[in-house]
T-cell receptor
Framework: DSGVTQTPKHLITATGQRVTLRCSPR?????VYWYQQSLDQGLQFLIQ???????AKGNILERFSAQQFPDLHSELNLSSLELGDSALYFC??????????????FGPGTRLTVT | GESVGLHLPTLSVQEGDNSIINCAYS??????FIWYKQESGKGPQFIID?????DKRQGQRVTVLLNKTVKHLSLQIAATQPGDSAVYFC???????????FGKGTRLSVIA
């Protein structure tokens, strides 16, 4: 158990809908990262937050957004869902944002299925 | 595995043999590298890391080798066990606020 929690574990929804994925980082970790893992792409970095502020952005679609709250939990919002958004979404956390090198601890993931 | 179902290269190894998983990384300026293991139904789990100023690092039953000349990383697992069956990812880190960049992954299948 990495100490990172994600809810829900599974999510099935229809095209055009909007969903929210939730992540609670390990106690003491200030950075939260979101990744998408699909069949063809492997692990793709989406976005990073550090202590409530966006720190780095990867291949995140405009239909997707995220935020980190004062209690450091994070939410990833996916809207206007398409079939191709079906994937595993992972959250990871680490102690520090960058500069220093800190291991990222991954949550168990949320499996999103868009029908 | 259920966790990913990725279309990945697969390495099949007999139980007890040594495994070598290879990774070509993309950026010669990468400063730090990590190997992750992802078992079915779980998130990636840290195995071992290495900094760019090293060419070898050993852990428990695992060794990572770094060849910066050809931008190549390998993970060696000694005496492979059924519990080692998983997808293995290498990740590189450029530093300075950039995120980890993950490789495509290799599925290790251990034959009992």
């Amino acid at each position: 158990d990495s100490g990172v929690t994600q809810t829900p574990k599974h999510l099935i929804t229809a095209t055009g809908q909007r969903v929210t994925l939730r992540c609670s980082p390990r106690s003491g970790d200030l950075s939260v990262y979101w990744y998408q893992q699909s069949l063809d792409q492997g692990l793709q970095f989406l976005i990073q937050y550090y202590n409530g502020e966006e720190r780095a952005k990867g291949n995140i679609l405009e239909r997707f957004s995220a935020q980190q709250f004062p209690d450091l939990h994070s939410e990833l919002n996916l809207s206007s869902l398409e079939l191709g958004d079906s994937a595993l979404y992972f959250c990871a956390s680490s102690v520090e944002a960058s500069g220093g090198i800190y291991e990222q601890y991954f949550g168990p993931g949320t499996r999103l299925t868009v029908t | 595995g259920e966790s990913v179902g990725l279309h990945l290269p697969t390495l099949s190894v007999q139980e007890g043999d040594n495994s070598i998983i290879n990774c070509a990384y993309s950026n010669s300026a990468s400063d730090y590298f990590i190997w992750y293991k992802q078992e079915s139904g779980k998130g990636p789990q840290f195995i071992i890391d290495i900094r760019s100023n090293m060419d070898k690092r050993q852990g428990q039953r695992v060794t990572v080798l770094l060849n910066k000349t050809v931008k190549h990383l390998s993970l060696q697992i000694a005496a492979t066990q059924p519990g080692d069956s998983a997808v293995y990812f290498c990740a590189e880190f450029l530093g300075g606020g950039t995120p980890l960049v993950f490789g495509k992954g290799t599925r290790l299948s251990v034959i009992a």
